[in-house]
């Protein structure tokens, strides 16, 4: 399947006018989160950092948003990636992009873009594991060495 075909349908979404909404911590702290975990990644010698889980997703976004974290919403996924230039949260936009406007306004991420929400195969999840590639390569690291935290609900089918 072409995903490429449907990976911005959504994407208007992201700046409608709305409300602002809370954040859970400053900008500063947001950087400094960010820092630290480069840091370690450089330690580590690792070209990204991979988050799935909501226990570690949420210390970069926040308590609310997103609220697709496959361990709290197993047929749907939210991908928290860091790498050493950009930070970005990939996650399904919902029924019509609606939820992108709502975390653009509540989370400091750089980058938010969409996990397309078509499945081939035989897969229980309403998106296909299949377009990960793809979206590491266009992060540059189809030949990356890739973090990712360990636990229930975590491997999604890697």
Known sequence: MDYSRFAHLYDHWIDYPGYPLERDFSREEYELRVSRARTSMARHV????????????HWFTNLAEPHEWHDRCPSRSAWYILTHTG???????TAAGEH??????????????????????ERHEIWDIGQM??????????????????GDC?????
């Open 154 to 158: 975590m491997t999604l089918g890697i």
């Open 87 to 93: 930070d970005y949260l990939y996650m399904t936009p």
């Open 100 to 121: 992108f406007n709502t975390t653009r306004r509540s989370v400091w991420v750089s980058e938010i873009r969409a996990i397309v929400e078509r499945v081939a195969g």
């Open 46 to 57: 690792l070209d990204a950092l991979v988050v799935t889980s909501s226990a570690v997703g």
């Open 133 to 150: 590639p793809a979206i590491f390569a266009d992060l540059g690291l189809e030949r990356g060495r890739l973090g990712f935290e360990l």
